[in-house]
């Protein structure tokens, strides 16, 4: 089994900072794809930013060269942060990661169990 823990969500105020983290656990052997997503009231839920076992790295226009997302294998954790945030940034993120349990084993995605981050004017 694997878990994902998301952490740093929370309150800001336009202009500022938050950064979040997600930490897996569990039967892991590897992890390929690490992403955040998010979902606003009324909206589908949208990819905000995502990186490659590689180091590619790729975000949605509407958060490039405000968000960067950064991984740390050896603790199988995955971050975003978030700098200039705008009250439309305000959603639910969801960090999704693509992990294989074992050798030779299938790559599944998992869901962290998302965190509320509101910006207001």
């Known amino acids: 089994q694997v878990q994902l823990v998301e952490s740093g969500g929370g309150l800001a105020q336009a202009g500022g900072s938050l950064r979040l983290s997600c930490a897996a656990s569990?039967?892991?052997?590897?992890?390929?794809?690490m992403r955040w997503y998010r979902q606003a009231p009324g909206k589908q839920r949208e990819l905000v930013a995502a990186?490659?076992?590689?180091?590619?790295?790729n975000y949605a226009d509407s958060v490039k060269g405000r968000f960067t997302i950064s991984r740390d294998n050896a603790k199988n954790t995955v971050f975003l942060q978030m700098n200039s945030l705008k009250p439309e940034d305000t959603a639910v993120y969801y960090c999704?990661?693509?992990?294989?349990?074992?050798?030779?084993?299938?790559?599944?995605?998992?869901w962290g169990q998302g965190t509320q981050v509101t910006v207001s004017s």
């Open positions: 990186s490659t076992s590689g180091g590619s790295t």
């Open positions: 999704n990661l693509d992990v294989r349990t074992r050798v030779g084993g299938n790559i599944y995605a998992h």
């Open positions: 569990g039967s892991i052997f590897s992890i390929n794809a």
